[in-house]
């Protein structure tokens, strides 16, 4: 004789529906929090300081898991978290800027281009020749040298200094919005010969 056991419906198997629930929302919520703290991150850009590449209003996509395993590149759109010198001047939302100079590099800003080492590096992405002179400057071991592509709207290195590598907290790499503008965020590969005459 077979015998068939009626599940039994009560507060029981209520109370297992919420424990099931709280468990699937908790499991979500570290696993997003888990990808925003290591792999990456949304960020909204309030300015115009890296316009004409990025516009007011932009969102971004920040993978911060690059960096783990290779250096920032010049060209790289990097996000940093405020300087010494500007979190004592009360900044402390995060930059964002590209990466010009690299730890050892002399860089200085004249005749209207940036010349490292001596020689002027070939910038297709800016909104305007600079309108300053600044330098000539050496970036110091472990830190990095960047500017916005709005160079003479910009609030960057040129003002306040180098970013010290332990503040970047990762590469803009993707705009998902606004919509008619989404994809990657393209960078120049700069080589020895794009800075070159």
Known sequence: MSTVHQEKT????YANVWIEGIKTVGLSLILALGIRTFVAEAR?????SMEPTIQPNDRLIIDKISYDFSSPHRGDI??????KTLGEDNYHEAFIKRV????????????GQVDIN???????????????????????ANSYLVLGDNRNNSFDSHYWGFVPRQNIIG????RFFPFSSAGELNTPVYTSASIKN
């Open 10 to 13: 009560g507060s029981s198997s």
């Open 44 to 48: 909204y850009v309030p300015s115009g």
């Open 78 to 83: 990097v996000v940093f978290n405020p300087t």
């Open 100 to 111: 010009i100079g690299l730890p050892g590099e002399k860089v200085e800003v004249k005749n």
């Open 118 to 140: 001596g020689s002027p590096l070939k910038e297709k992405y800016i909104e305007a020749k600079p309108n300053y002179r600044w330098g000539p400057v050496i970036v110091p």
């Open 171 to 174: 590469k803009a790499v993707f």
